[in-house]
């Protein structure tokens, strides 16, 4: 009796070992599920801009800039275009001469409105002195004519042909004028009282200073 109950004591033992060790293989045959792995979104690209240098302007460019000043009598645009070291030289008539007056660019502004005379030259014909103020000669041999609206308009070429020597080229060497021209305004005259008015210019590293203003018009 005793024997038997030991066999099925065993008979269990063995029993309960196989259902252990079938639970073991289960659980260590298991595949635990592997996390999808995630990729970091790609940066856009920054975009790249290429800068172009900026360009001086043209002579005829600048001259279009300083004509419209002239013509608004804005003083302190012009000043902008003014050689800082030679200044800007007024002549009354085509011959550019040392005694005319100079400028400097922080002097223009001032000159409008203001009643001081000052000696311009000498009248062509009588010779008598030119002794007007800035807004007197501004009126009579600066914006004279309505010459950001001429007639014709040329580069380094004389349009208003007179009496008197244009000597832009040897008063300023290495110098380029542009010449705003009317051939006249009343038919009576035939045309000897066409008027122009020349603006020269020195370029330095590329840009273009205002040194002279000249008018030009029918003379003895």
């Not at 008979?11 to 073991?24: D, E, K, N, T, W």
């Not at 007179?162 to 004028?177: A, L, R």
Request: hydrophobic content about 35%; some cysteine; proline content about 6%.
């Amino acid at each position: 009796m005793n024997l038997r109950k030991n066999c099925l004591i065993v008979i269990g033992l063995v029993s309960l070992l196989a259902l252990s060790s079938c639970g073991l293989i289960q659980s260590t045959g298991a595949v635990e599920p592997t996390a999808t792995p995630t990729t970091a979104p790609t940066a856009a690209p920054t975009p790249t801009f290429t800068t172009q240098p900026t360009q001086p302007p043209t002579l005829q460019e600048t001259s279009a800039q300083v004509i419209q000043a002239l013509a608004e009598k804005d003083l302190e645009t012009v000043a902008t275009f003014v050689h800082p070291e030679m200044g800007v030289r007024f002549s009354p008539y085509a011959y550019v001469r040392e005694e005319h007056q100079i400028f400097m660019s922080d002097e223009l502004a001032a000159l409008s409105g203001s009643e001081q005379t000052y000696l311009w030259g000498q009248y062509d014909g009588s010779g008598e002195p030119i002794e007007l103020t800035f807004d007197d000669y501004y009126e009579e041999f600066i914006y004279s004519a309505d010459f950001i609206n001429p007639e014709e308009m040329a580069v380094n070429d004389r349009l208003g042909q007179g009496n008197t020597i244009n000597n832009i080229s040897d008063f300023y060497p290495d110098s380029s004028f542009v010449e705003y021209h009317f051939s006249g305004f009343e038919e009576q005259y035939e045309g000897m009282d066409w008027e122009s008015l020349r603006l020269v210019f020195i370029q330095e590293d590329g840009t273009w200073y205002l040194v002279g203003i000249v008018h030009d018009e029918w003379t003895i």
